[in-house]
C-alpha cells in the first residue's frame, strides 16, 4: 500500500492492480480497490460497505475482509469465503454447505474459496554432504512453484468451475544464473494444461490440472561440479490435482534430489528429504580413458562419464 506522500517518486508506469490482483482507484480521488461487490480500504484493511452476504456470517462483522482470517482465507469479491474444506484424514472436498468454520461438519478445516498450492525443492543444509562452492552456498531454496485453484459456485453452494494460475520462481545457483530446465532426456519443462467436463444443470462433474517443470544450474556451475567429479542434479517438480464427485485428488512427484514439501493453505501434504548427493550424483570414472581428468561430458575430458542422466520422476 503506498501513503501518498511519504512513497518516493515512482517515474515507471503506474501499476494499479496491487493485493490479490484488485484494482486501486484513485479516480476523484477514492483510493480504494475495487472486488466487484464492495470496496476495500487497504489502510483499515476493512470493506467500506455491509457484506451482501452477511447473513451467513452472523459470527463476524459484516465489514470484516475474509473473516478477520487473512492468512488462511480469501475474500475474492468482497461477498463470501467458501467452499473448500479438509476433513480428518486430510481429504479436500467441496462442501456446498460450508461457507466458513462455523458452518463447517465438526472435525473438518474450512479452508475457503481458494486453494494455494506452494511446492518447493530445495536443497536441505542439514542432510547436504556434497562440496561447497568457491563462491556462495549449495544449499538453499532451487525451485518454488504456486498453483493456485479457485472456486465459483451457483446460488445452491454447488460447484461451477475452477480457474488455475500457476507461477514459478527458480532459486539461486553459486556462479552464473540458474536455468528453467534440465537439459537431459526425458520429462517436460513449463508444462501446464487442465480439462474439465460440466453436467446439463452446470455444474463441474470433473477438473484436472497439471504441471510440471524443472530448473538446473547454470553452464559455469554445471563445469565446476563437474570437474569435482560429480553430475549436476535435475530439480524436477510435477503436480497433478483431480476433482471428482465432490474430492480432490493430490498427486505430487520429484526427481531423487534435493528435498521437498508441498502445502496448501498452509497445511503440509508433502515432504520429501533428500539423499546423499555424493552417493546419487557421483560421476563414474571411464575406464576406456586415462583416470584423474574430470569435464563436462567423456567426449570432452575422458576422465569421467558427466553425461545428463534421463530425468525420472517419482511419485512422492
Do not use: C
Not at 493485493?19 to 479516480?27: S, T
Not at 512427484?253 to 520429501?272: D, E, K, R, W
Request: proline share 5%; charged share 20%; glycine share 10%.
Amino acid at each position: 500500500m503506498n501513503f501518498d506522500g511519504v512513497m518516493p517518486l515512482n517515474t515507471s508506469t503506474e501499476n494499479r492492480f496491487q493485493y490479490n490482483g484488485k484494482e486501486l482507484e484513485k479516480d476523484f480521488g477514492i483510493g480504494l480497490s475495487d472486488y466487484g461487490a464492495r470496496w476495500y480500504d487497504a489502510s483499515i484493511g476493512k470493506f467500506t460497505s455491509v457484506d451482501p452476504l452477511a447473513s451467513d456470517y452472523s459470527f463476524q462483522s459484516p465489514y470484516a475482509y475474509a473473516t478477520n482470517n487473512p492468512v488462511l482465507l480469501r475474500d475474492i469479491l468482497g461477498m463470501g469465503v467458501e467452499d473448500w474444506v479438509r476433513d480428518a484424514d486430510g481429504n479436500i472436498r467441496w462442501d456446498n454447505d460450508a461457507n466458513s468454520q462455523a458452518t463447517t461438519k465438526k472435525g473438518e478445516t474450512y479452508l475457503g474459496k481458494s486453494l494455494t498450492f506452494e511446492f518447493s525443492s530445495y536443497i536441505d543444509g542439514s542432510y547436504w554432504d556434497g562440496p561447497e562452492p568457491l563462491v556462495g552456498t549449495a544449499t538453499g531454496e532451487k525451485l518454488n512453484s504456486m498453483v493456485t485453484l479457485t472456486a465459483s459456485e451457483n446460488s445452491k453452494g454447488e460447484l461451477t468451475g475452477i480457474s488455475a494460475s500457476l507461477s514459478s520462481l527458480l532459486g539461486s545457483t553459486p556462479v552464473g544464473t540458474a536455468r528453467n530446465y534440465y537439459p537431459g532426456l526425458g520429462g517436460d519443462n513449463n508444462e501446464a494444461g487442465a480439462s474439465y467436463k460440466k453436467g446439463s444443470d452446470g455444474t463441474l462433474k470433473t477438473y484436472s490440472f497439471s504441471f510440471e517443470q524443472h530448473a538446473s544450474v547454470s553452464l559455469s556451475e554445471e563445469l565446476a561440479i563437474n570437474a569435482l567429479g560429480y553430475k549436476i542434479v535435475d530439480v524436477a517438480q510435477r503436480l497433478e490435482l483431480s476433482y471428482s464427485n465432490g474430492s480432490l485428488s493430490v498427486s505430487s512427484y520429484t526427481n531423487i534430489f534435493p528435498s521437498a514439501s508441498l502445502s496448501v493453505n498452509s497445511f503440509q501434504l508433502m515432504y520429501y528429504q533428500q539423499p546423499s548427493f555424493i552417493k546419487t550424483h557421483r560421476a563414474p570414472v571411464n575406464s576406456l580413458s586415462p583416470p584423474g581428468v574430470m569435464g563436462v561430458t567423456s567426449a570432452w575430458y575422458p576422465g569421467i562419464d558427466a553425461s545428463y542422466y534421463p530425468s525420472v520422476l517419482y511419485k512422492r
